[in-house]
């Protein structure tokens, strides 16, 4: 079983815990999901089975879509409405005011990682020391708000739709938020909507997977209808085919010079471009990358 089963977690459950509960339903080791949701958070989490697991770190580098409660006036060590509060206090500024600092938010920014994350710092989880009472330095990271689009208003509340890059912490960002706006701030919910090509219409909770897998589902569908190819990751690259002489060459992994592919013409290849590498008879092989100076192609990341 290879592919890819875009997840609901619901919640309650740790991204680990979806992991554990597919693989007894599955019957499958092999299993990774593709960036952690907060126990509390719900929403889409990409699982990737069998050899689709090669993908995991494709679809992590993905930029994420959010909609977040803001609770403005209330800070906690954890930095959502689930932890210790730290302190509570009005929120003195208006709605105006508060669309003015949300909007500086958005752009290209360092974020220091909260300390209850599962971030390692000299080989422990960050959030293992914050459990006993440890706050360590951590370094800030480059992450990219693309947008944030305001959905609701209704103080201390605030309801927004977030776009960012991979490693964005949302619940640091409602913090952040809080900090500009003079009164502090923490994270009351978290959906996340999308990730990559993965939306929350087509995700599915695991007890709909479970009757699937046990062929007790209403609309008839096998598992091999929710499994999304692996290839499918890769939707903006192009693809390419081996001639059949190729295929010792590209089922070992070794370089494939332009002749033994179709159509074969280097001008129409960009520099270090990367692309779907497929057989003859359409089996995907891999990722590979090509290299203008020797007019072959390279593998980057082998999939058979």
């Excluded at 009472?133 to 992450?143: A, L, N, Q, S, T």
């Amino acid at each position: 079983m290879d592919g890819i089963i875009n997840i609901y977690k619901e919640p309650g459950f740790t991204s680990f815990d979806v992991v554990a509960k597919l693989r007894g339903i599955l019957k499958q080791k092999k299993i990774g999901h593709t960036g952690t949701l907060d126990p509390q958070a719900v929403g889409v989490l990409p699982v990737c089975i069998g050899k689709a697991t090669k993908v995991c770190e494709y679809l992590t580098e993905h930029d994420k879509v959010y909609e977040a409660l803001l609770h403005l006036g209330m800070e906690t060590d954890t930095q959502d409405i689930w932890g210790n509060v730290l302190g509570e206090q009005e929120v003195s500024l208006g709605e105006e005011d508060i669309r003015g600092i949300i909007e500086k938010f958005v752009g290209d920014m360092q974020q220091i990682p909260p300390m209850y994350s599962a971030i390692k710092v000299n080989g422990q989880r960050l959030y293992d020391l914050a459990r006993r009472g440890i706050e360590v330095e951590r370094k800030p990271r480059d992450i990219t708000i693309f947008s944030i689009d305001i959905l609701e208003i209704h103080l201390p509340r605030v309801k927004m739709r977030v776009h960012c890059s991979k490693g964005t912490y949302i619940r640091t960002l409602c913090h952040d938020i809080g900090m500009a706006a003079g009164c502090g701030g923490c994270m009351e919910q978290l959906v996340r909507t999308k990730t990559g090509t993965f939306s929350l219409e087509s995700a599915l909770a695991i007890g709909e997977v479970e009757k699937i897998a046990k062929g007790e589902d209403e609309q008839g569908r096998k598992l091999e209808d929710i499994l999304i190819p692996l290839e499918d990751v890769f939707l903006g690259y192009r693809k390419v085919y081996g001639k059949k002489e190729a295929e010792t060459l590209l089922f070992n992994g070794n370089p494939v010079p332009l002749p033994f592919l179709s159509p074969g013409k280097g001008e129409e290849f960009k520099p270090e471009e990367c692309v779907k590498m497929y057989s003859e008879s359409g089996t995907f092989i891999g990722l590979f990358t090509y290299d203008m100076a020797k007019k072959r192609f390279c593998p980057r990341k082998m999939f058979i």
